[in-house]
């Protein structure tokens, strides 16, 4: 048999020399560490802009949601007759109010029906709502008004803060039912 391989476990085939290693010169060392640390400064400053990538948005979001939900955009007052007021929703329960204003009662060729809905957010504002709703008597709602709403709030943008009686011009709802009028006891006789 013709073995044409060389054969390593032979003691006659093993090297007497260790492989020499190469010796690292100060110009390759320095290329290597400005290597090294350039391409872990770029991963850094991808995850960097990405950070701050993040936060703006989680900032822009938070601003939205602030401007959108929790900040009114309108401090306003309305005149008329409080029509109606109801505890309504399923999970939160929030008063709803429904308000015939001044300005649509005074136009004629508009069918009568509430044109002004809101939300009142404490049980006093309501038991006062329901109040001036009973006796038909002409009020100002001052509201806030917000771009949304939210759940623990009620369904309408528009949140009463205060609710007052019309001083100037105190008249009753035209469209409430009439009582007849008392008679007199001069009528009487």
Known sequence: MDDNFDDYFTE????????????ETEQERE???IKEATIERRGNSIKMALALIILAMVLFLGWWMWQHYFHPYRLSQEKGWIMKVSNEGTLFKTYEGEMISEGYIEDTLVAMHSDFRFSIPTDSLAREAMRWASNGKRVILTYEEYKGSVLWRGDSKHVVTKIEPDSGLIK???YKEATPPVQQEEDKK
């Open 172 to 174: 009753d709802n035209p």
């Open 12 to 23: 006659e085939n093993v090297p007497d020399e260790q492989p020499q290693v190469h010796q």
């Open 31 to 33: 290329e290597r560490e």
